[in-house]
């Protein structure tokens, strides 16, 4: 659904960020990409939704194509982009305001802009919050503003930009709730993230390395057979337990629930 093609992409001549990068990602996808710091993941991520366009290669969303102006617009609506730092995501006034201000970007009938902004708002547990500024409310709060805005648009996919990073734990697990309650209805989810446990709940994970891929696969198999340590990312706990404790039953973000069955089984 999602298609990059030899994609090659650089800022400054000579310095390729992105280089010959080809992978589909197809709908209903829960996909995780990491890599150290500067590897290309936001670059990437850019390039997904059209904000940055091939030097080389394509970039294509079913039949749009990123290098087409005249499906730019589209592209923008059906691919979701979230910010790593809420502070960059608001631009209006009010939360009404910023779910308002995207719906009537892609022109969406009068009538029908009160329900969406309502249910985006529910999504995200925010209901009470319609007239709320952003001075009032919490980093995790406009980081879930800043995904109902996106929901209201009704996209296929949506890129969680470490969407998670300037969060405390409690606001990290609402967003990832909210990340994988979109994923069980059907919306495609792609999550950057340098938290390797949240990594887990991906069935397939990208590593990022100088611009290249270096992994395509499920997060188990990649800790099993990469180094982590080689590009700066670390072993979750359930990862550490599972390898040090041997345990035969399969890997989950969850090491209680892991312990349970491994127990349970023997
Ligand atoms: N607008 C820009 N102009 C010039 N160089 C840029 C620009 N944005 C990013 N770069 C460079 O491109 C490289 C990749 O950056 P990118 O933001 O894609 O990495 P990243 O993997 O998202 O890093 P991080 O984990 O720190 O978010 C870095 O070397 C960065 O300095
Ligand atoms: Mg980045």
Redesign the pocket.
């Known amino acids: 659904m999602l298609t990059f093609e030899h994609v090659s992409f650089y ?2 001549k000579g ?1 390729l ?1 992105v280089d010959d990068v080809s992978f589909t990602i197809e709908a209903g996808e829960y996909v995780a990409l990491v ?12 390039l997904m939704n059209g904000l940055l366009l091939p030097k080389k290669g394509s970039v294509s969303f079913k039949d749009l194509m990123t290098s087409n102006p005249g499906d730019l617009a589209m592209i923008h609506e059906q691919i979701g982009y979230i910010f ?1 730092n809420p502070e960059d995501q608001f631009i209006t006034t009010t939360v009404m305001d910023e779910i308002l201000f995207g719906l009537e970007n892609i022109r969406v009938p009068r009538e029908e802009i009160c329900m969406r902004i309502e249910h985006a708002l529910q999504a995200v547990q925010m209901e009470g919050y319609a007239g709320a500024m952003p001075h009032e409310l919490s980093g995790g709060q406009k980081q879930r503003v800043a995904i109902a805005a996106i929901l209201a648009m009704r996209p296929q996919i949506i890129i969680f ?2 969407a998670t990073s300037m969060l405390d734990p409690e606001g990290r697990e609402q967003v990832m709730k909210n990340m994988k309650e979109l994923h069980r209805q059907g919306m495609t989810i792609i999550h ?1 993230t ?1 938290h390797m446990d949240e990594v887990l709940f991906a069935k397939r994970l990208l590593l ?1 390395h100088e611009g290249r891929i270096k992994f395509d696969g499920e997060p188990a198999t990649f800790f099993e057979t990469v180094n982590v340590t080689d590009y700066q990312l670390d072993k979750p706990f359930s990862v550490r337990l599972h390898q040090n404790l041997h345990l035969n039953t399969p890997l989950t973000a969850d090491w209680k629930e892991m312990i349970r069955s491994e127990w349970n089984a023997n």
């Not at 890599?35 to 850019?46: D, L, M, V």
């Open positions: 800022y400054r310095q960020i890599g150290p710091n500067g590897s290309g993941k936001s670059t990437i991520a850019k790593q930009d470490e950057i340098h990022l």
